[in-house]
């Protein structure tokens, strides 16, 4: 079946840190990639997406490469900011209802 | 345009109890999906629906849970009785396409 395994947090950074989150996926056929970003006391908002092989989503000023060779989607940001600290899912969804399949999500905290 | 609301937002109840979930879809959205993260696990889907129909429950954990969509709106989800297994959060989504929009989540306690 399909998985996503994404990097234990959690994570602390100073503020306009680089910011590299892992990713790695195992699904059957051509899934298409997500990260997700839950902001406290939020729901879960969409950050970026990828469909494709080699397609590059980005937002935000964060970046996140669908690399079919590694099964990988790893996020990065080059400097991020204290209103980026949040928890970070990986998900990938692949058939015809688009149902999702999450790692277990990053904590990012943010220092100014 | 409102998006998925969730009541309540946090609720706490007693093993054995019954503990009803309701979701509000963002209006025209026919597919609404319940998902489900149990504490430093993954979110995990538990099924979907597609206006008032099930498309797919596979990842309903036993027949302690019954989700509903009442007319292809809005959506329950009872457990009953409820286990201290079951707390957790629990996400409601919906989508005209490929795009999943969350609620904020309902979490639940069982003492």
């Known amino acids: 079946g399909n998985s996503v395994t994404q990097m234990e947090g959690p994570v602390t950074l100073s503020e306009e840190a680089f910011l590299t989150i892992n990713c790695t996926y195992t699904?059957?056929?051509?899934?298409?990639l997500f990260w997700y970003v839950q902001y406290p006391g939020e729901g879960l908002q969409l950050l970026l997406k990828?469909?494709?092989?080699?397609d590059k989503g980005s937002n935000k000023g964060f970046e996140a490469t669908y690399r079919k060779e590694t099964t990988s989607f790893h996020l990065e940001k080059g400097s991020v900011q204290v209103s980026d600290s949040a928890v970070y899912f990986c998900?990938?969804?692949?058939?015809?209802?688009?149902?999702?399949?999450f790692g277990k999500g990053t904590l990012l905290t943010v220092n100014p | 345009e409102a998006g998925v609301t969730q009541f309540p937002s946090h609720s706490v109840i007693e093993k054995g109890q019954t503990v009803t979930l309701r979701c509000d879809p963002i209006?025209?959205?026919?597919?609404l999906y319940w998902y489900r993260r149990v504490m430093g696990k993954e979110i995990k889907f538990l099924l979907h629906?597609?206006?008032?129909?099930?498309?797919?429950e596979s990842g309903m954990p036993n027949n302690r849970f019954l989700a509903e969509r009442t007319g292809g709106t809005y959506s329950t989800l009872k457990v009953q009785p409820a286990e201290l297994e079951d707390s957790g959060v629990y996400f409601c989504?919906?989508?005209?396409?490929?795009?999943?929009?969350f609620g904020a989540g309902t979490r639940l306690s069982v003492l």
């Open positions: 989504a919906s989508s005209q396409g490929p795009i999943q929009y």
């Open positions: 699904a059957t056929g051509y899934p298409s």
């Open positions: 990828a469909t494709k092989a080699d």
């Open positions: 998900a990938l969804s692949g058939g015809s209802n688009y149902k999702l399949t």
């Open positions: 209006s025209g959205h026919d597919n």
């Open positions: 629906f597609v206006k008032e129909s099930k498309q797919d």
